[in-house]
């Protein structure tokens, strides 16, 4: 699980937080190479807004916005 602060947070920025990646470059790559998945759908939106009780899932690991 991955506490935010705020109402929601975007897709690339919690790739960074959860330390999937170290840069948006990265997070970018990452996310238009479908690797990242939103509630178990293929993401290619790095921007997408995440709330509380989303899941991603990178390469089977899960980690849900709290």
Do not use: W
């Amino acid at each position: 699980m991955t506490k935010i602060s705020t109402e929601f947070i975007r897709l690339e920025q919690f790739l960074k937080l959860c330390n999937e990646c170290s840069t948006g470059g990265q997070a970018k790559q990452m996310i238009s190479a479908g690797l990242v998945l939103v509630n178990e759908e293929t993401e290619l939106r790095r921007g997408r807004k995440l709330v509380v009780g989303d899941t991603v899932t990178i390469e089977g690991r899960n980690y849900e916005v709290e």
